[in-house]
């Protein structure tokens, strides 16, 4: 396979933006792409933000942030990444939309490209069926905030290629991160467990066993977590959450798993976590 050089990304969203951030900081180019150029611009502005307080930091020189800045090529043009060695899309939990992205991208890439999903627990393998290259397809999941979690889960579909696997290992310490290797079940690894973790957390509150603060607060002095899992929810984004945990419940068909009305009705509700600036809690 060859090296990769330029990695595109697909969707600036939370995800999508840390991952370039990451790649463009570790040397690589990167092409980020998103539907209009507002998400697009969004995406670099929470970038830019991330750099300044590491420049502010003495981490960063501001030369070494305009570099950064500067191998991010951004894009509302599919097309555009015909050009990259290897892709991470990050867009919106949903099945079908990353198929149909997907079925396109195959048409648009040269046949060695690798395509990894940041899913954060779908099918690695039915995303891999609709192109032509399901032994170079795979999963590379980012935790958030990209530029902070060290973890990256690689998860193997069905007919993911060992080559496939040891390149994406390979890139994933090249960034910076540390890989598990996955074989493919819902939500993977980490989320398997922490997504019903916050469910239950959201059953507590919603139960009225406790406030959001005092339960966030016996998370953190009681399980020496760094953050309360409603905060977390919260930095999670509870849309997101949301597909997450339906996925868990729709895929095991066990109604041990089945999502917190309270969280469905917060998503309603419009009431997203921090980027809406109010979930459990509220942001400025
Ligand atoms: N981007 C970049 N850096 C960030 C950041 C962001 N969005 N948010 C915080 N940081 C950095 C800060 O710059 C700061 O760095 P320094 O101390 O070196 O200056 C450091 O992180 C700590 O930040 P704060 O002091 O502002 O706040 P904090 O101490 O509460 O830490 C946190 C923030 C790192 C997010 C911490 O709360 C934490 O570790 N929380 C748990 C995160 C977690 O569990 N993530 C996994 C979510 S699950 C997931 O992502 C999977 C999925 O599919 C849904």
Do not use: W
């Not at 396979?1 to 595109?8: F, L, P």
């Not at 092409?31 to 933000?49: A, P």
């Amino acid at each position: 396979m060859a090296t990769v050089k330029t990695i595109g990304v697909l969707g600036a969203g939370i995800m999508g933006a840390g991952i370039a951030q990451v790649a463009a900081q570790t040397g690589y180019q990167v092409i980020m792409r998103d539907l209009t150029d507002d998400f697009v611009s969004r995406g670099l502005n929470n970038i830019n933000k991330n750099l300044n307080r590491d420049v502010q930091k003495n981490r960063l020189s501001q030369e070494e942030a305009q570099a950064i800045l500067g191998r991010i090529k951004v894009t509302t043009k599919i097309n555009d990444l015909a050009a990259a060695d290897f892709v991470i899309e990050a867009v919106i939990e949903q099945m079908e939309l990353k198929k149909e992205v997907y079925r396109e991208l195959d048409q648009i890439c040269p046949e060695h490209v690798v395509f990894a999903s940041n899913t954060s627990g779908l099918s690695i393998t039915e995303m891999a069926s609709v192109t032509k290259r399901p032994d170079k397809f795979i999963g590379m999941h980012f935790f958030n905030p990209v530029p902070v979690m060290k973890l990256v889960e690689v998860i193997k579909g069905a007919r993911t290629a060992e080559e496939t696997a040891q390149l994406t290992i390979e890139l994933a310490q090249k960034m910076g991160k540390e890989p598990i290797v996955v074989n493919e079940a819902p939500l993977f690894v980490v989320n398997r467990i922490l997504v019903p973790m916050l469910n239950e957390a959201m059953f507590v509150l919603m139960e009225g066993v406790a406030c959001a603060e005092d339960i966030d607060k016996g998370m953190k002095l009681g399980a020496n977590h760094p953050i309360g899992p409603l905060a977390l929810a919260d930095l999670i984004g509870l849309d997101t959450l949301l597909l997450i945990a339906d996925t868990l419940y729709r895929e095991t068909g066990d109604s041990k798993y089945r999502p917190c009305p309270l969280l469905r009705k917060m998503v309603r509700a419009g009431h997203l976590g921090r980027k809406t600036g109010r979930g459990f809690y509220t942001y400025n």
